[in-house]
C-alpha cells in the first residue's frame, strides 16, 4: 500500500504528497513586469564586483609587491625563505632563476628565487 495520501484533485504541482514549490525571489521579477532578465544581470555584476575588490586586487598587489622584491636582491642580503629558513645571499644565477643563501659557515644551499618570501633586518 502507498503511504502517501492521494493527491485531491487535479493538482500537478503535488507528486505523492510533496509539494514542489520552488519560490527563489532573487531570480523572480518584481511585481510581474518585464526586465527580470536586467536586474540578474545586475545582481551577478555586483557579485563579480564585490568578489574582486575583496580578492582578485589585494592578490594582485601582493604578486607585485613580491616580484618587486625578487628583482631587486642583491649579493649580502639577509632573506628569509617560504619555508622559514634564514641566510645570507651569496650568488644569484638569473639564467637559471636560482639565488645560493649562505645559512652557515660553510654551508650554501641553492633555492628558487621565488621561495624568497622576504627581506630580514640584518
Known sequence: MNKFPKPAGNN???IKGVVLDFNFP???SAG???GGGMVQLGFFALIFIIMYLLLIRPQRKKQ???DLLIRSLKKGDRVVTSSGMFGTI???DDD???VVLKI???IKIEFLKSS???RVEK
Do not use: P, T, V
Request: zero cysteines.
Open 12 to 14: 500537478a504541482d503535488k
Open 26 to 28: 532573487i531570480l523572480m
Open 64 to 66: 607585485k609587491e613580491h
Open 116 to 118: 624568497i618570501a622576504a
Open 90 to 92: 651569496f650568488a644569484i
Open 104 to 106: 652557515g659557515d660553510n
Open 96 to 98: 637559471r632563476n636560482l
Open 32 to 34: 510581474g513586469q518585464g
